[in-house]
């Protein structure tokens, strides 16, 4: 299969690299900062007037979600037994109604920054290794991670993409399919893409074997 069909055509690329080639001056940042409220808003009514939901459980340690307002604490706490979070969120974004990490620790959660801004970025590889990391130190203890960012689309998606393939030697197409059947508005763009073949290339795929498994992915 070919590239194109797999992560979305030339075109899309395209419009995604003009895309940031225009903010750059303006400043991806500061685009961020003032897109934040209006898309969160959005968000929130989607959830509401719509099936998408706040967050889902991906699998028996995962669970992918939006900012982890305080009402919903609780719930997270003693119905899906979170005991560890991991945010992909600016500073900025964690204010006011968001649970803060002093709160999570207060009530013996774990809690991981990996500040990535949003929109046009994407996790740096550092950052992916040390969230599975810490995701895949929950494994077998029967306790969950939280991992999210502003609306659980695209930055937090990315590192649970690379938790998947790493745990369960999955493919990135493989590993998007099983996201999307769980959570189907996850949102990946080229530069998402890109950053699981390379998690996928440096940490999946022993060396010997990575021309037989890229053949495999292109199809």
Known sequence: MHWSRLHGNK??????????TFL??????????????PTLMYNIVMERLSTRRWYDRIDDTVILGALPFRSITPKLLEEENVRGVVSMNEDFELRYWVTSKEEWERNGVKFLQLSTTDIFETPCQEKLQRGVQFIRSFEGTGKSVYVHCKAGRTRSATLVGCY?????????????????????HILLHYAQWEALHTYFNRNVVPPETQTEALNDVAG
Do not use: C, H, N
């Not at 075109?11 to 940031?20: H, I, Y």
């Not at 750059?24 to 409220?37: D, K, L």
């Not at 998947?164 to 189907?184: C, E, G, H, I, N």
């Open 11 to 20: 075109l899309t690329r395209r419009s995604t690299v003009v895309a940031v």
């Open 24 to 37: 750059s001056a303006f400043g991806t940042e500061m685009f961020s900062r003032v897109t934040f409220y």
């Open 164 to 184: 998947l393939m790493q745990r369960y030697a999955w493919t990135p197409q493989k590993t998007v399919d099983l996201l999307r059947s769980k959570r189907p």
